[in-house]
């Protein structure tokens, strides 16, 4: 474990590839266009799945404005958080949040880059490192999730991860979605904690 509050990892043995190192840290700008190619270069029929209409994506030197600012904004400033996940060093996927009320609540978000990254059980790990950093990071009450209501993935590790389901409804989430139907899930910092350290 890095002392610094937004690091961590842990090491885990996959029968396929032996002993791997998973680590989250902050964002830096050479993770930049691996998050801007991850949108601009994806299937747009894998982005439709997930519930972002790729017609409505930014240019990459939009993000790359958008991203610098955060580096460069305090905590208390940031309008978004982006956590970088690393298998052994290499940068495979993001989580993030937005709509940040300091000291209160967030949106979270979840994205593995690599189609062979998915699906193998890793993304229940990061995601919860980075929730714990979230909470840390932002002194936050609760965290939303809001996944497309038809993308099983996220909505099953929500679940799991003890987020508990609010409501379903059709809203336009984020700039760069279309109108969908969601699941609104909420997880609270005392269930984290109980969740994570349950004798809290």
């Not at 979270?108 to 909470?135: C, D, M, Q, V």
């Not at 936050?140 to 409501?167: R, S, T």
Request: net charge positive.
């Amino acid at each position: 474990m890095h002392d610094d509050p937004a690091y961590s990892s842990i090491h885990i043995y996959n029968e396929d590839a032996g002993f791997l190192k998973l680590s989250v840290r902050k964002l830096l700008v050479s993770d930049i266009p691996k998050i801007s190619d991850y949108f601009l270069r994806s299937d747009p029929k894998f982005l439709f799945n997930i519930g972002i209409d790729h017609k409505k994506l930014p240019f990459k030197e939009e993000f790359y404005g958008f991203l610098m600012k955060e580096i460069d904004s305090s905590s208390r400033q940031k309008q978004s958080c982006h956590i970088i996940w690393e298998i052994n060093g290499t940068p495979i996927g993001h989580s993030s949040i937005n709509k940040i009320v300091y000291g209160n609540e967030a949106y979270l978000h979840l994205h593995i880059w690599n189609p062979e990254r998915r699906y193998n059980g890793n993304g229940t790990l990061f995601i919860k490192a980075s929730i714990t950093l979230f909470f840390k990071m932002f002194n936050l009450k609760k965290l939303f999730c809001e996944p497309y209501a038809l993308n099983q993935m996220p909505n099953k590790i929500l679940n799991k991860l003890g987020f508990e389901f609010v409501k379903y409804y059709e809203t336009t989430p984020e700039l760069i979605n279309y109108h969908q139907a969601v699941n609104q899930w909420v997880l609270t910092i005392g269930k984290w904690l109980h969740k994570t350290h349950p004798y809290y």
